[in-house]
């Protein structure tokens, strides 16, 4: 990043793509919020994440369709958002911002959620008429997709609107921002998705491959115990670390003693049957 005219570096990236079309959303408010306070900025592509804070602060957002599009999309849908996912773990601090998950109404019964998409005033009626939209994805899915996330330790913060999610994403990075006036700070850092280098680089990430354990964790196991092969056969304590639960403990067990089952080719299958 380079800096102004006047000698400043930005605190805040802002993705490009988050710009674009006619539609407001958080982060262009969140643009707004910075130009009224005047907090440097810069707008670029970012390989990881939408919003990337001091301190190692990278912030996801998505709207609530477009979670119900992973669910409901093509076979990669899953994959795809498993990968964004695990991409933001690169940063320090990653948080996924979901937009609107806090004015949907659950239905478990007709199995969908209805995500609203316009509200007006009733001309000279004290009522306020809010349309919404039914997505056939039971509640209980979109649940498990979120606390999917939880588990790789990302921190999912929820919106209203899209006013109220950009006040979210503005008390994040500004109370950073505040939090390192007076010291040596680190600015953003746009990351991408490095090859591994170094031994090190290799233990973080195989350690990093258990549900619930991001790199930062990863770092902290490796600090305790030493090396991977100490961190395996001592899983009972694990929870001595600062987020690190029963839970995280449990799915790294499954994760070891299960026995492997490959999946069948079905199209393979079926050519053997042949012959």
């Given amino acids: 990043m380079q800096m102004d005219l006047f000698g400043n570096v930005p605190e805040v990236v802002i993705d490009v793509h988050e710009t674009g079309g006619k539609r407001t959303n958080a982060v262009k408010q969140l643009m707004s919020m910075l130009d009224k306070e005047e907090i440097s900025y810069t707008v670029e592509k970012i390989p990881i994440g939408d919003v990337l804070g001091p ?96 588990e790789k330790g990302i921190q999912v913060i929820s919106g209203f609107n899209a006013s109220h999610s950009a006040g979210l994403l503005f008390g994040l990075v500004t109370e950073q921002i505040e939090r390192d006036k007076g010291k040596g700070k680190r600015l953003p850092v746009i990351r991408t998705r490095k090859g591994l280098g170094s031994v090190v680089d290799e233990q973080e990430f195989f350690i990093a491959g258990f549900p619930g354990i991001n790199v930062v964790r990863a770092r902290s196991l490796l600090e305790k115990f030493g090396s991977p092969f100490e961190i395996i056969t001592r899983t009972d304590e694990w929870s001595q670390l600062p987020g690190i639960g029963a839970k995280t403990v449990e799915s790294a067990k499954k994760l070891l003693y299960s026995d492997y089952i490959p999946k069948i080719d079905d199209d393979k299958v079926d050519d053997e049957e042949k012959d």
């Fill in 55 to 150: 301190e190692g602060v990278a912030i996801e957002r998505k709207t609530v369709s477009d979670l119900v599009n992973t669910l409901k999309g093509s076979a990669a849908g899953v994959p795809r958002f498993t990968k964004q996912m695990d991409a933001l773990l690169q940063y320090e601090k990653p948080y996924l911002l979901i937009e609107n998950i806090l004015a949907i109404r659950r239905d478990p019964m007709k199995g969908c959620v209805y995500v609203p998409f316009k509200t007006k005033q009733t001309k000279g009626r004290p009522y306020v008429v809010t349309m919404e939209r039914a997505s056939y994805i039971h509640p209980s899915a979109l649940d498990a997709l979120i606390e999917s996330v939880r």
